[in-house]
Protein backbone atom coordinates (compact mmCIF):
# COMPACT_ATOMS: atom_id res chain seq x y z
CA UNK A 1 0.00 0.00 0.00
CA UNK A 2 1.50 3.43 -1.13
CA UNK A 3 2.35 5.54 1.87
CA UNK A 4 3.26 8.81 3.16
CA UNK A 5 6.76 9.27 4.02
CA UNK A 6 8.27 12.10 6.14
CA UNK A 7 11.95 12.81 6.88
CA UNK A 8 14.11 12.94 9.47
CA UNK A 9 11.88 11.16 12.02
CA UNK A 10 13.55 13.27 15.15
CA UNK A 11 15.16 16.52 14.37
CA UNK A 12 17.24 18.84 17.38
CA UNK A 13 17.57 22.48 16.37
CA UNK A 14 18.87 25.45 18.58
CA UNK A 15 15.93 28.22 18.85
CA UNK A 16 16.27 30.29 16.52
CA UNK A 17 17.36 28.37 13.59
CA UNK A 18 16.09 27.17 10.20
CA UNK A 19 14.36 23.69 10.06
CA UNK A 20 13.11 22.10 6.95
CA UNK A 21 10.46 19.47 7.29
CA UNK A 22 10.51 17.11 4.32
CA UNK A 23 7.46 14.89 2.97
CA UNK A 24 6.70 12.81 0.21
CA UNK A 25 3.22 11.98 -0.56
CA UNK A 26 1.40 9.82 -2.34
CA UNK A 27 2.29 9.51 -5.68
CA UNK A 28 -1.38 9.80 -7.41
CA UNK A 29 -2.46 12.08 -4.68
CA UNK A 30 -3.20 16.28 -5.28
CA UNK A 31 -3.97 17.76 -1.95
CA UNK A 32 -1.57 18.22 1.11
CA UNK A 33 -1.67 18.99 4.55
CA UNK A 34 0.72 19.88 7.35
CA UNK A 35 -0.28 19.72 11.22
CA UNK A 36 1.51 20.01 14.55
CA UNK A 37 0.88 17.81 17.57
CA UNK A 38 2.28 18.89 20.76
CA UNK A 39 2.73 16.27 23.20
CA UNK A 40 -0.25 15.46 25.52
CA UNK A 41 -1.95 17.74 23.14
CA UNK A 42 -4.48 17.68 20.03
CA UNK A 43 -3.71 17.51 16.11
CA UNK A 44 -3.82 20.97 15.21
CA UNK A 45 -4.33 22.05 11.36
CA UNK A 46 -1.47 24.26 9.83
CA UNK A 47 -1.87 24.63 6.52
CA UNK A 48 -3.25 22.86 2.62
CA UNK A 49 -2.06 22.84 -0.48
CA UNK A 50 -3.00 22.54 -3.73
CA UNK A 51 -2.30 23.18 -7.57
CA UNK A 52 1.28 25.33 -6.45
CA UNK A 53 -1.03 27.21 -3.49
CA UNK A 54 -1.56 27.62 -0.02
CA UNK A 55 -5.65 26.67 -0.15
CA UNK A 56 -5.78 27.47 3.88
CA UNK A 57 -4.04 28.18 6.56
CA UNK A 58 -4.23 27.98 10.11
CA UNK A 59 -3.72 31.13 12.76
CA UNK A 60 -0.85 28.84 13.92
CA UNK A 61 0.41 29.17 10.25
CA UNK A 62 1.93 32.88 10.49
CA UNK A 63 5.09 34.39 8.82
CA UNK A 64 7.35 31.68 10.38
CA UNK A 65 6.33 29.11 8.69
CA UNK A 66 5.62 28.58 4.46
CA UNK A 67 5.15 25.68 2.41
CA UNK A 68 6.77 24.60 -0.92
CA UNK A 69 6.56 21.66 -2.93
CA UNK A 70 9.93 22.17 -4.90
CA UNK A 71 9.69 19.36 -7.31
CA UNK A 72 7.02 17.04 -8.22
CA UNK A 73 7.51 14.61 -4.96
CA UNK A 74 8.62 16.38 -2.00
CA UNK A 75 6.58 18.53 -0.07
CA UNK A 76 7.97 20.52 2.64
CA UNK A 77 7.44 22.69 5.59
CA UNK A 78 9.99 25.40 6.67
CA UNK A 79 10.36 27.27 10.27
CA UNK A 80 12.57 30.16 10.15
CA UNK A 81 13.83 31.44 13.40
CA UNK A 82 12.17 28.44 15.50
CA UNK A 83 11.10 28.82 19.01
CA UNK A 84 10.87 26.66 22.17
CA UNK A 85 6.98 26.32 21.44
CA UNK A 86 7.76 24.79 18.06
CA UNK A 87 8.29 21.97 20.24
CA UNK A 88 5.85 19.19 18.65
CA UNK A 89 4.72 16.37 16.30
CA UNK A 90 4.88 17.31 12.33
CA UNK A 91 2.76 15.30 10.65
CA UNK A 92 2.47 15.73 6.48
CA UNK A 93 -0.68 13.89 5.31
CA UNK A 94 -1.91 13.86 1.54
CA UNK A 95 -5.40 12.77 -0.26
CA UNK A 96 -6.68 12.07 -3.62
CA UNK A 97 -9.55 14.74 -3.86
CA UNK A 98 -10.87 17.87 -2.02
CA UNK A 99 -12.71 17.81 1.23
CA UNK A 100 -16.01 18.02 0.07
CA UNK A 101 -15.61 14.04 -1.86
CA UNK A 102 -14.78 12.69 1.44
CA UNK A 103 -11.46 11.91 0.73
CA UNK A 104 -9.57 10.77 3.77
CA UNK A 105 -6.04 11.84 4.75
CA UNK A 106 -3.49 9.74 4.50
CA UNK A 107 -0.34 10.56 7.15
CA UNK A 108 2.99 10.25 6.83
CA UNK A 109 5.04 8.47 10.50
CA UNK A 110 5.79 11.92 11.33
CA UNK A 111 9.27 14.18 12.68
CA UNK A 112 9.37 15.03 16.03
CA UNK A 113 11.06 18.54 16.46
CA UNK A 114 12.93 19.56 19.70
CA UNK A 115 13.88 23.06 19.94
CA UNK A 116 16.23 23.31 22.63
CA UNK B 1 -18.01 25.94 21.90
CA UNK B 2 -15.02 23.99 20.76
CA UNK B 3 -14.95 23.16 16.73
CA UNK B 4 -14.94 19.17 17.95
CA UNK B 5 -15.82 17.84 21.08
CA UNK B 6 -15.11 14.39 22.51
CA UNK B 7 -16.10 12.46 25.36
CA UNK B 8 -13.12 13.06 27.88
CA UNK B 9 -12.27 10.19 28.61
CA UNK B 10 -10.45 7.57 29.42
CA UNK B 11 -12.51 4.24 29.21
CA UNK B 12 -11.58 1.39 30.90
CA UNK B 13 -13.11 -1.38 29.29
CA UNK B 14 -13.11 -5.45 29.45
CA UNK B 15 -12.63 -7.53 26.16
CA UNK B 16 -15.59 -8.07 24.80
CA UNK B 17 -17.43 -5.09 26.23
CA UNK B 18 -19.08 -2.95 23.74
CA UNK B 19 -18.20 1.10 23.86
CA UNK B 20 -19.72 3.82 22.32
CA UNK B 21 -17.75 7.24 22.00
CA UNK B 22 -19.49 10.42 20.83
CA UNK B 23 -18.37 13.69 19.22
CA UNK B 24 -20.20 17.26 18.10
CA UNK B 25 -18.98 20.08 16.13
CA UNK B 26 -20.02 23.35 15.89
CA UNK B 27 -19.96 24.36 12.01
CA UNK B 28 -23.55 23.07 10.36
CA UNK B 29 -21.42 23.51 7.00
CA UNK B 30 -19.13 21.06 7.76
CA UNK B 31 -19.09 17.75 5.07
CA UNK B 32 -16.74 15.34 5.93
CA UNK B 33 -16.33 13.26 8.59
CA UNK B 34 -13.96 10.42 9.94
CA UNK B 35 -13.18 8.52 12.84
CA UNK B 36 -9.17 8.16 13.38
CA UNK B 37 -7.54 6.13 15.81
CA UNK B 38 -4.15 7.11 17.21
CA UNK B 39 -1.29 5.20 19.39
CA UNK B 40 0.61 6.30 21.45
CA UNK B 41 3.46 8.93 19.64
CA UNK B 42 2.37 7.39 15.99
CA UNK B 43 0.23 9.14 13.50
CA UNK B 44 -3.59 9.24 13.19
CA UNK B 45 -4.80 6.36 11.25
CA UNK B 46 -8.17 6.42 9.16
CA UNK B 47 -10.37 3.80 10.94
CA UNK B 48 -13.64 4.98 8.90
CA UNK B 49 -15.43 7.55 7.17
CA UNK B 50 -19.07 8.26 8.53
CA UNK B 51 -21.76 8.85 6.14
CA UNK B 52 -25.16 10.25 6.69
CA UNK B 53 -27.02 6.42 6.60
CA UNK B 54 -24.88 5.12 8.84
CA UNK B 55 -22.06 2.82 8.16
CA UNK B 56 -20.92 -0.51 9.36
CA UNK B 57 -16.89 -1.81 9.11
CA UNK B 58 -17.11 -5.19 11.34
CA UNK B 59 -16.84 -4.50 14.82
CA UNK B 60 -17.24 -0.45 14.33
CA UNK B 61 -20.25 1.35 13.41
CA UNK B 62 -20.74 4.92 13.23
CA UNK B 63 -23.70 7.41 13.04
CA UNK B 64 -23.40 10.84 11.77
CA UNK B 65 -26.71 13.04 12.70
CA UNK B 66 -26.35 16.29 10.92
CA UNK B 67 -29.31 17.77 12.44
CA UNK B 68 -27.76 17.45 16.14
CA UNK B 69 -24.23 18.10 14.55
CA UNK B 70 -23.24 14.41 16.14
CA UNK B 71 -21.18 12.01 15.02
CA UNK B 72 -20.83 8.18 16.86
CA UNK B 73 -18.32 5.19 16.85
CA UNK B 74 -19.84 2.27 18.80
CA UNK B 75 -16.90 -0.45 18.89
CA UNK B 76 -18.66 -4.11 19.82
CA UNK B 77 -16.77 -7.22 21.27
CA UNK B 78 -13.76 -5.09 22.37
CA UNK B 79 -9.87 -6.25 21.89
CA UNK B 80 -6.80 -5.85 23.40
CA UNK B 81 -5.76 -4.47 20.18
CA UNK B 82 -8.36 -1.61 20.20
CA UNK B 83 -6.35 0.17 22.76
CA UNK B 84 -5.63 3.69 21.16
CA UNK B 85 -6.77 7.26 21.39
CA UNK B 86 -9.74 7.60 18.96
CA UNK B 87 -10.19 11.08 17.20
CA UNK B 88 -12.88 12.74 15.65
CA UNK B 89 -12.12 14.60 12.36
CA UNK B 90 -14.87 17.31 10.96
CA UNK B 91 -13.63 18.85 8.01
CA UNK B 92 -15.24 22.38 7.30
CA UNK B 93 -17.99 23.60 4.79
CA UNK B 94 -16.01 24.51 1.81
CA UNK B 95 -12.68 24.65 2.51
CA UNK B 96 -9.59 22.39 3.66
CA UNK B 97 -9.57 22.87 7.11
CA UNK B 98 -9.43 19.69 9.14
CA UNK B 99 -10.23 20.27 12.68
CA UNK B 100 -9.48 16.93 15.21
CA UNK B 101 -11.27 16.35 18.39
CA UNK B 102 -8.67 16.01 21.54
CA UNK B 103 -9.38 12.46 21.00
CA UNK B 104 -10.58 9.90 23.55
CA UNK B 105 -8.62 7.28 25.24
CA UNK B 106 -9.88 3.81 25.41
CA UNK B 107 -8.13 0.96 27.50
CA UNK B 108 -8.88 -2.30 26.64
CA UNK B 109 -8.42 -4.92 29.93
CA UNK B 110 -8.26 -8.85 29.66
Known amino acids: EPEVTQTPSHQVTQMGQEVILRCVPI?????FYWYRQILGQKVEFLVS????????KSEIFDDQFSVERPDGSNFTLKIRSTKLEDSAMYFC??????????????FGNGTRLTVT | RKEVEQDPGPFNVPEGATVAFNCTYS??????FFWYRQDCRKEPKLLMS???SGNEDGRFTAQLNRASQYISLLIRDSKLSDSATYLC???????????FGAGTRLFVKA
Open chain 2, 50 to 52: VYS
Open chain 2, 89 to 99: VVIGGGGFKTI
Open chain 1, 49 to 56: FYNNEISE
Open chain 2, 27 to 32: NSASQS
Open chain 1, 27 to 31: SNHLY
Open chain 1, 93 to 106: ASSDQGSSYNSPLH
